[in-house]
């Protein structure tokens, strides 16, 4: 087994470090990505490529991307949650790339809410 050298521990450090920011609360924002069979069936793996792809272009680092199984909806799918510390979730489906290119756009950078993909804002209110 190779020996690890500092330059493997600073990829590791920098790789954990999201996970680390969740469990401190240190993140503006949570894109949670639906990731039960269903959702993957309808192509989240693509949703979390475009939503890392769009985080790293944005150079933010308050952003966490997470997963989690089905949220129940599997008609609804590719579906994603977007939780802030100062806004209410927002769950968003029937997502493609460029669905979740303009949620990250325009929700997640600017604070605005697209309302046109959304199911649910917090946990009664729906569009």
């Known amino acids: 087994m190779a020996k690890l050298r500092v330059e493997d521990l600073k990829k590791i450090k920098d790789a954990m470090k999201g996970t ?16 039960g069979t269903c959702g993957i069936a309808a192509g989240a793996r693509k949703i979390t490529a475009a939503f890392l792809q769009k985080i790293e272009e944005s150079g933010a680092t308050d ?4 997963s989690s199984g089905c949220a129940g909806l599997c008609n609804r799918e590719p579906m994603i949650t977007v939780d802030g510390k100062e806004f209410a979730p927002v769950k968003y489906i029937n997502l493609d790339e460029q669905k979740a290119a303009r949620i990250f756009d325009e929700h997640i950078l600017k604070g605005n809410p697209v309302t046109e993909f959304a199911l649910a804002i917090g946990s009664e209110t729906t569009y």
């Open 20 to 35: 680390v920011n969740l469990r401190l609360g240190e993140h503006r924002i949570k894109i949670t990505v639906h990731m």
């Open 63 to 66: 952003i966490i991307l997470t």
